[in-house]
């Protein structure tokens, strides 16, 4: 996630570099590493700034141990900041990703580290808010294997009434939901997702896995 009302300042940077699109690994060292799969420690950049908050190495190589295998499946990254949960998904054998993320910024960067990796023709950026975004989904019969939500720690108690409906709707029967959210903050019931539910914590941050009912 990345707050789209923050500038970034700063010289201005080379046409056609990282930083010129948005990006940046100045801030984190070598930038955000790929954990596992084909790209595993391929590194990408995340938007420039402090604003974001890619999740952990530590934190994706847990969640994706509880999800599974990913292959072949349509997988859902909404909130997406630097892209890299959906990017490790595609490195894991996914076929696709989509990722819904508004700060124009962000979305550059998702573009360019897509390009980068070598997986642009699998991953697809919605460069829209979360609501509307899946609302078209939905309304385009888009269906996804696995959802992954990392949203502002301070906004999620706000939306989770409507953020769980919009996602059951795009989210196959018998697929995976992921949310991550403040360790200090324990997640209430999500409404509109029903299935068997994991949760962990890591630190200061913790995510809930829910395996959603399959058909009948």
């Not at 490195?91 to 360019?112: F, K």
Request: contains cysteine.
């Amino acid at each position: 996630w990345i707050d789209p009302s923050t500038p970034h300042c700063g010289p201005p940077s080379p046409a056609g570099s990282p930083a010129s699109r948005g990006c940046s690994t100045r801030e984190r060292g070598p930038g955000v590493r790929i954990v596992a799969g084909h790209l595993r420690g391929r590194r990408f950049a995340a938007p420039a700034g402090r604003d974001t908050r890619p999740t952990s190495d530590r934190v994706r190589e847990a969640v994706f141990a509880i999800i599974g295998p990913v292959d072949g499946l349509d997988v859902l990254d909404v909130f997406g900041g630097s892209g890299a949960l959906a990017l490790e998904a595609l490195s894991r054998g996914a076929a696709s990703a989509t990722v819904v993320e508004r700060a124009p910024r962000a979305v550059a960067c998702i573009r360019a580290n897509a390009t980068s990796l070598g997986v642009a023709d699998r991953l697809r950026v919605v460069a829209r808010d979360w609501r509307p975004a899946l609302a078209a989904e939905r309304a385009a019969g888009r269906w996804y294997g696995v959802c992954l939500v990392d949203p502002p720690y301070n906004l999620l108690s706000r939306i989770l009434g409507d953020l769980g409906p919009a996602l059951a709707a795009v989210t196959e029967p018998g697929g995976t939901v992921v949310i991550e959210h403040a360790a200090r903050e324990p997640l209430p019931d999500v409404p509109g997702l029903d299935g068997a539910r994991t949760d962990r914590t890591y630190g200061d941050t913790a995510v809930c896995v829910i395996r959603l009912m399959g058909p009948a």
